[in-house]
């Protein structure tokens, strides 16, 4: 197990925690999770990267595993993957165009409908794009996918999670949030010139704070929730979104197996069932904020929550 002293010290450098030398080193002694036959475990943006990872590592341990995508024939790329790699796996395959909340809400109802039980709900889909695009929603478009539509569907699924418990909640966020605040006065990005990097990070502080305020109202239920960031991975929606990183760091990239190995983690193993509302990196709490400038508001926060609520037509509780 790396020491405390030399774990900060590769986080704070960044180049060495975020890439494929700080998970070598940290990975170090870490022990096997344990074994998750009989338990259910949904993940979105499971056709590729972090989440195709996701999806093989909780399968490899024996759960049953849901695939939420959008496109029923990747899904089933997807799923096939995971069956070569596995010969035998419980894997199925549910639609869900998280920009889209009619999907989220049918598909949400599919799924209670048919799954016995939901004990971990993995909220990874993400998209980053160029230019201000609206949903078909009308809301834009990285806020609409990021973060609105995973609200739906936890909001959806809270009761399922509630009936399984112990259960838990993960969200998938990055590592390029430490770079920006709440903008719960901007959510949309209407104020000023549009910036893709810039509007996702921000939609992944705003995932960090929801996964802080799940875990308030869901404290003492059996429900926990945690965030985490996978460090810089080697992902089709790295190598399309940001090309010039990309190119720049690819030498040193975790591979998606890397990148989701917390993912995995938060969902099976003990620890993270101790605590809530945490925000993780190779299997280790990490703050929140490294920057002055980033500290949102309770107000802040209310309102953020507010927004959600109103944008994605959810009960206020």
């Not at 096939?80 to 639609?95: K, M, N, P, Q, Y």
């Not at 390029?176 to 010139?193: C, F, I, P, V």
């Not at 929606?237 to 917390?262: E, I, K, M, N, W």
Request: aromatic share 6%; with cysteine; proline share 5%.
């Amino acid at each position: 197990m790396t020491s405390s002293l030399l774990d900060t010290a590769l986080d704070l450098s960044v180049l060495g925690g975020y890439t494929s030398i700080g998970y070598r080193i940290r990975s170090r002694g870490w022990t096997a999770l344990p074994r998750m036959e009989g338990k259910v475990v949904l993940i979105t943006g499971a056709t590729s990267g972090l989440g195709l990872a996701a999806a093989d590592g909780f399968a490899r341990l024996g759960a049953a595993v849901w695939l939420a995508v959008r496109n029923r024939e990747r899904g089933e790329v997807a799923r096939a993957t995971i069956l070569e790699h596995l010969g035998e796996a419980d894997v199925h395959l549910g639609l869900c165009d998280l920009s889209r909340l009619d999907s989220v809400r049918q598909f949400a109802e599919g799924f209670t409908a048919e799954a016995p039980r939901l004990d971990v709900l993995i909220n990874n889909a993400g998209v980053l794009t160029k230019e201000r695009e609206l949903s078909a929603d009308g809301i834009e478009l990285t806020l609409a996918t990021n973060v609105i539509a995973p609200f739906l569907l936890t909001q959806l699924l809270i009761p399922a999670l509630e009936h399984s418990i112990p259960s838990r909640i993960v969200n998938v966020s990055s590592g390029g949030m430490y770079t920006q605040k709440l903008r719960a006065d901007d959510l949309q990005s209407e104020q000023e010139d549009f910036d893709g990097p810039t509007a996702y990070a921000r939609t992944k502080r705003a995932e960090v704070v929801l996964s802080e305020m799940w875990a308030q109202q869901l404290a003492g239920t059996g429900v926990t929730v945690h965030a985490m960031h996978p460090g810089w991975a080697d992902t089709p929606g790295v190598r399309s979104s940001l090309p010039r990183f990309y190119r720049a760091t690819r030498p040193l990239l975790r591979s998606p197996h890397q990148g989701a190995d917390t993912i995995v983690w938060l969902g099976a193993a003990a620890e993270p069932a101790e605590t809530s509302g945490g925000f993780w990196h190779d299997r280790r709490r990490r703050p929140t904020h490294l920057l002055p400038g980033t500290r949102e508001t309770e107000v802040e926060r209310d309102r953020l929550w507010a927004e959600c609520v109103a944008l994605s037509s959810t009960p206020a509780n």
